[in-house]
């Protein structure tokens, strides 16, 4: 069975929602058996890559909130977090493009090591003092601890066309299974869920998903000629 979830690194809610994906997925009996794949979705696709601003200063306009009110919003993510045992910085973040780190995590599934950037770019957006928008060499360096080869990230970086058809084609597909916010999960193309629901939740899902997969229908008649396996 596959999973894929439509993510973007500047989305709090995907940050947290990933974990508890994946305490029902650890606790799921047929784990072993399930694909996951991360997709992109960019929140704010439009942005320049120059446009960075305080998180604070991005909510206020962006929902015509209080100063107030926006912090007391990051307060409750940080608690929601802390629940998950994440760490997250309900202070001083900033906000920016991420079609680049999304174009660097389509080389990362290429190399497979998808998941290993994903944290690492999570965990440095909410977690760490250092932003992750203000400086190319920051996205070459988390590439490099997830695995990546240094120069392979730089030569993505440098060329905007790199994996920029890939990323727009997962936010096509997000459009058209009627996604206008992540977290998004799409099981065996079947059942979607929205939102970082509870844990239990989740494991709802992969069971009920997982209950109702349909076996291969062969048609054939016997006669046909084939190759096989030796024996058989």
Not at 8 to 22: H, L
Not at 31 to 56: I, N
Not at 132 to 159: I, K, S
Request: aromatic share 8%; net charge negative; glycine share 8%.
């Amino acid at each position: 069975m596959r999973v894929e979830i439509w993510s973007d690194i500047a989305c709090p809610w995907c940050y947290v929602g990933k974990a508890r994906f994946e305490k029902a997925l650890a606790a799921f009996e047929h784990r072993d058996g399930v694909e996951v794949v991360h997709r992109s979705f960019e929140l704010d696709p439009g942005r320049a890559k120059d446009d960075v601003q305080p998180v604070l200063t991005m909510l206020t306009a962006k929902y015509g909130m209080s100063e107030a009110q926006a912090q007391a919003g990051e307060d409750n993510l940080g608690a929601q977090a802390a629940a998950e045992g994440l760490d997250y910085r309900t202070r001083d973040r900033d906000h920016g493009s991420t079609f680049d780190m999304h174009r660097l995590l389509h080389l990362a599934k290429d190399e497979g090591r998808q998941e290993a950037l994903l944290d690492a770019l999570y965990r440095a957006n909410f977690a760490e003092e250092r932003s992750v928008f203000d400086d190319d060499e920051r996205l070459v360096g988390l590439a490099v601890a997830a695995g990546l080869d240094a120069d392979a990230a730089r030569a993505v970086l440098a060329d905007p066309t790199a994996y920029a058809d890939e990323v727009r084609a997962d936010e096509r597909e997000a459009a058209q299974f009627g996604a206008t916010g992540v977290p998004f999960f799409v099981l065996d193309r079947k059942y979607g869920v929205s939102g970082a629901q509870p844990a239990e939740v989740f494991a709802q899902a992969l069971t009920q998903a997982w209950g109702e997969r349909t076996p291969l229908k062969l048609i054939d008649d016997g006669g046909a000629e084939a190759c096989g396996q030796p024996g058989q």
